[in-house]
């Protein structure tokens, strides 16, 4: 047990499987249904722009149908009150963590609001259909936006500013994620050798579960407010 004042959360999509957005892997996930190399590469995009745009046009049309869960509520209420230093970085492209009032916040892998036009390089708020081929809100050059997602092979966003997080952070948090995308799969051993507690609340053990000072299992909706209160009664982990 130690004081705690820097926090660093990671979420996944397993934080917003309760509210009825898909995860990506196992029996029912995304990559059950699609091949990676088809809809989240470059290279994918390149040969077949329709396969990918309609992928995550779908995934932002049904973004409107969903709702933050008890897991998204806790977080931002901590984010609220927590007077140390506090980063949520989720890997989660959906905006449930910002709808329930998360402020700081960084979308490390993009979002499903956000449109990237590779004909000027601005980044624009965007919650249509981009099969459609709007016009880009700032160069209004149509067909050129694509989806602000980090697909594989491509960085990250906002890198620097998480691992000057990690290195000063006393506490990581991982939540809902099964740990087999690097670099997020890397934090846990980072913020480790900077000498911070390390804790995991997801379903099942993540790849990188034995990392972990702790792990809890269960339900991100019950264990996450749980731990809420917790934090914030005693200040303890
Ligand atoms: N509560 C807590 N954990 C849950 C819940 C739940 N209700 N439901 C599922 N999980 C757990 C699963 O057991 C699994 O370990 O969430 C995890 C989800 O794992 P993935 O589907 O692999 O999602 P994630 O880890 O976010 O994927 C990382 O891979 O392809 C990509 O870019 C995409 O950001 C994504 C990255």
Known sequence: MKDIQNIVI??????????????FRG????????RVEDVATP??????PALVQNFYDERRTKLKTVQP?????????????????LLLVTQN??????RAGSKRLLHMHGELNSAWCLACDARSRFDGVMAAGPVCP????????????????EMPYQMERIELALA????????GTSGAVYPAAGFVQTARYHGARTLEMNLDPSEGS????????????????????????????
């Open 168 to 175: 000063r952070c006393d506490l990581f948090v991982s939540i």
């Open 93 to 98: 492209v959906d905006d449930l963590h910002d």
């Open 43 to 48: 290279e994918a995009f390149q040969r077949n």
């Open 10 to 23: 990671l979420t996944g999509a397993g934080i917003s499987a309760e509210s009825g957005v898909a995860t």
């Open 27 to 34: 029996p029912d996930g995304l990559w059950e249904g699609h």
């Open 210 to 237: 034995f990392h972990f000072h702790e792990s809890r299992m269960g339900k991100a909706g019950e264990l996450v407010p749980d731990w809420v209160e917790q934090i914030l009664s005693h200040g303890l982990c």
């Open 138 to 153: 700032h160069c209004h050059q149509s067909g050129g936006l694509r989806p602000d997602i980090v697909w594989f092979g």
């Open 69 to 85: 869960n008890a897991a998204h509520q806790a977080l931002a209420k901590l984010d609220r009150t927590w007077v140390g230093d």
